[in-house]
């Protein structure tokens, strides 16, 4: 167990529709990061938040976004969903150190129809 | 910009023998490299990390991965594999100056043949 919840775990729907992503640091970490795994692109990062604030962006399209709430939990929001937002998007939290880990929840497995 | 190449994107080993899985990275600053691995249905759980203190490090499940600058690579060995080793593992990469975004390869398989 990582310490990094995630849910739900599978979410499906239909093209259009918007979808929430939530996840939960482990305690202590000040860091988390969202991933998406795809079979066509791998692993790709998509954003970084540090105790409430953005500090990276990765290839995230226009239509996700997300935020960090005062209590460090996160939420990744995807809209006008389309076939190809079918993946898993991971949440990853670390400390907020550079050279310390990052640990990664189970995902979410987004499924569109 | 950071990359990383994983060698290989099935490797299969028989029960007992030596695991090798190959990673090469690219950065324009001194990396920190990470191997991940991810059992079916599951999240990637963190193997062994290179923070630029000893280049041979030791990992979790008898893991352990040498950092060597000159041929920018950062090889996973096992020196006998087990059936619980069959999963899919992830080298990845983030500079400690930035975001930390990590950068990760496109994955081994690992089989492992009774």
């Known amino acids: 167990d990582s310490g990094v919840t995630q849910t739900p775990k599978h979410l499906i729907t239909a093209t259009g529709q918007r979808v929430t992503l939530r996840c939960s640091p482990r305690?202590?970490?000040?860091?988390v990061y969202w991933y998406q795994q795809s079979l066509d692109q791998g692993l790709q990062f998509l954003i970084h938040y540090y105790n409430g604030e953005e500090r990276a962006k990765g290839n995230i399209l226009e239509r996700f976004s997300a935020q960090q709430f005062p209590d460090l939990h996160s939420e990744l929001n995807l809209s006008s969903l389309e076939l190809g937002d079918s993946a898993l998007y991971f949440c990853?939290?670390?400390?907020?150190?550079?050279?310390?880990?990052?640990?990664f929840g189970d995902g979410t497995r987004l499924s569109i129809l | 910009a950071q990359s990383v190449t994983q060698l290989g994107s099935h490797v299969s080993v028989s029960e007992g023998a030596l695991v090798l899985l190959r990673c090469n990275y690219s950065?324009?600053?001194?990396?920190?490299l990470f191997w991940y691995v991810q059992y079916p249905n599951q999240g990637l759980q963190l193997l062994l990390k290179?923070?630029?203190?000893?280049?041979l490090v030791k990992g979790i499940n008898g893991f352990e991965a040498e950092f060597k600058k000159s041929e920018t690579s950062f090889h996973l060995t096992k020196p006998s594999a087990h059936m619980s080793d069959a999963a899919e593992y992830f080298c990845?990469?983030?500079?400690?100056?930035?975001?930390?975004?990590?950068?990760f390869g496109q994955g081994t398989r690992l089989t492992i043949n009774p």
């Open positions: 990853a939290s670390s400390p907020g150190y550079s050279n310390q880990p990052q640990h």
């Open positions: 305690s202590g970490d000040l860091s």
């Open positions: 950065s324009s600053v001194p990396p920190y």
């Open positions: 990845a990469v983030s500079d400690f100056q930035g975001a930390q975004k990590l950068v």
């Open positions: 290179y923070t630029s203190a000893a280049t």
